[in-house]
Each structure stands twice: as C-alpha cells, then as structure tokens.
C-alpha cells in the first residue's frame, strides 16, 4: 500500500526556517503530483505547494499558493520519491497542520486548487507552530 512518511515540522519564531520532508513509498508509477497542504482547526484545508515530475531527470510543473510565494520552495529528489519544502521567513499565519499527499494526475488539472482536494494518498500530517 503507497506510504508518505513526514518529517520536519516544529515551532521557530517568526522569520525562522523549516524545511519538511516527505518520502513515498510503495507507488508504481514514475510519475506522481507530490505536494504539501495545511489546515488551521475550524478551517478549510488549502494547497501549499505542489510539484510534477513528468520525466525521469527532473521536476514538472509547480504550485505556489499567492501567500507563500517568494518564502516557500518545492523540490522532489529524482532518484528517491521524496519531496521538500523550504520554508523561509515564517510567519504566524503559517501556523497549521502540514500534510503531505501524492496523486496519480490531480495536479494537472486546470485550477485543480480550488477544488475538493481530494487526493489519492495522504500522510499522518505535521504540527509547525511560528509564533511572533
């Protein structure tokens, strides 16, 4: 059964640094949408920053929520199903439950973000706490 193993989450103080880690496992194909979302309690769950690896040497296409353009990068190991995010100059407003998912093709899809973000395959989640 496909796995997605997190790591990296934890509490720093506004305009620290994180980065998160996330390793799949148990998939068959060469290609997937691996990408990071977080929800706040009593909120929606949104998308953070998705990435495609549509061939073997190196990463597709990448999503970048408006709020974290600039701060955040994406980045998915070729060799080894594991995707990154470096998360710079943090803000209180990232405070959330970090979840890592992986889909087969949802990410390709126009405007995919505003959908249900229902995809395939979803980790335990990871607390990261900034605080002023």
């Known amino acids: 059964q496909v796995q997605l193993v997190e790591s990296g989450g934890g509490s720093v103080q506004a305009g620290g640094s994180l980065r998160l880690s996330c390793a799949l496992s148990e998939y068959s194909y060469s290609s997937a949408c691996m990408g990071w979302f977080r929800q706040v309690p009593g909120e929606e769950r949104e998308a953070v920053a998705t990435?495609?690896?549509?061939?073997?040497?190196?990463?597709?296409?990448?999503y970048y929520a408006d709020s974290v353009k600039g701060r955040f990068n994406i980045s998915q190991d070729n060799g080894k199903n594991t995707v990154y995010l470096q998360m710079n100059s943090l803000k209180p407003e990232d405070t959330a439950m970090y979840y890592c998912?992986?889909?087969?093709?949802?990410?390709?899809?126009?405007?995919?973000?505003?959908?249900?973000?229902?995809?395939?395959?979803w980790g335990q989640g990871t607390q990261v706490t900034v605080s002023s």
């Open positions: 990435i495609y690896t549509a061939t073997v040497t190196g990463g597709g296409p990448t």
């Open positions: 998912a992986a889909d087969r093709l949802k990410c390709l899809v126009s405007n995919w973000y505003k959908g249900k973000l229902d995809w395939s395959y």
